[in-house]
């Protein structure tokens, strides 16, 4: 019979708290000063960032829960509440590449129609690149879900609306979405690395396919691709931003109206073509026997944790705890003093802060980050008061320092999901994996062609 956790008390919340933050901090600071490791593959290389070694570390704590100390033992509780934090913490990293975009905001509106036109590959390359070999696979329906968009939130709730999340098309965009948060970040990064050290494209037109509108996916390919080019971290950063923000506002209706009704339309004319040879694989729900079906059915119902809904005063501990983090790594990982760096980091919250605030006062009308990027890029706007003085000081923030502690609370949060992963069978993960691809590569491509003029 199922049953339900009760909702934890709150000195349980706080020693959850605590602890998330404790292991975060460790976690963190050993990344940075492990340092970014270089793979050579022959004609190219990966590049395995501090984030992904942080990433990897709260993974393996999360599986290795039950064998670890209590102090390492990490509750399913603990990782939705790491989640949680995740979600907020990246305000920080919206509200830091929204200060590099403010400067630069003269010479975006130069390339305001080519920026428009990158979203273009954001519309269809998931749909180019993953439908083919979905069909392939032999992949149904559910390839319409799974191939639209990189299926973050926005994508859950057009499939659910439209299809209804108990259809193919609802299971499709489910083992995307949680494709996409188990590895999409490792993905995305590994790729727009290798992609990178090819020198096939400009370093601009990669940052602008980085823009994919996945926060964690965006600093991941970010951190990747500047970390080939770091004489250009910083446009390379920029040009993300802005095509993130694109992705972010318009791409919802684009996708919607564009990217959806294209997934549709080349499932039914790729179908016959494609699928007829291969044979129907249940790509979700994968065959069992009744004894196994009934054990995992078990296993799902011992314990249900609903997500945690942080407070104004916890969302403000949250971005004051990531901000002595981000001083930690900037310190060990770029040289930069932390007292140096101060100023700059009280900053980046302040604008996280105001944005969060008219986003609740607007009765969220636009999303919280779009609030934040708009704040942020304000600060720096060249027409703005002390502009300057607070690009400097935000300037001594190193943005690869603010994305490792946000790909740490993912590494930790993305035990509890790995269930449903194992039962996604690996068809599907393969579809997802080629999406998310071709979002970036099609985007890149697309930017490609008009990104010398900059």
Known sequence: MSTEMRPATPGLEMRSMLQIFALALVISALSEWLGPLPIELGVGKVVLLPMIWALLIGLVLGLCAKRMPAPLKLSLHSQHLAAAVLSFALFLFIAKLGLLVGGSLPQLAEVGGGLALQELGNLVGCVALGMPVALLLGIKREAIGATFSIGREPGLAIIGERFGMDSPEGRGVLAEYITGTLVGAIFISLLAGFISSLNIFHPLALGLGAGVGSGSMTAAAVGAIAAQHPEMADKIATFAAAANLIALTVGTYLT???????????????????????????????????????????????????????????RLLCWVWVGLMVLIGNRIGHGVPMLEALPGVLLIILAVLIGDLIYMATRRMLPAVCWISFIAMAMTFPYTPYAAEVAALTGKVNF???????????????????????????????????????????????????VHTL
């Open 256 to 314: 919607l109206f564009v990217s959806l009704p294209l997934a549709v339309r080349a499932y039914r004319f790729l179908e016959p073509i494609l699928g007829r040879h291969s044979k129907a694989v249940a790509s979700v729900q994968t065959d069992k026997t009744a004894d196994a079906a009934k054990a995992e059915a078990e296993a799902e119902a011992e314990e249900v944790v609903h997500p945690p809904v942080l407070s104004l005063p916890m």
């Open 400 to 450: 690869l320092a603010m994305i490792t502690p946000m790909l740490t609370f993912a590494g930790l949060s993305l035990a509890k999901d790995i269930p449903a992963f194992r039962r996604l069978g690996w068809r599907i993960v393969v579809v997802s994996l080629m999406a998310n691809a071709g979002v970036f590569l099609a985007a890149t491509m697309i930017s490609q062609t008009f």
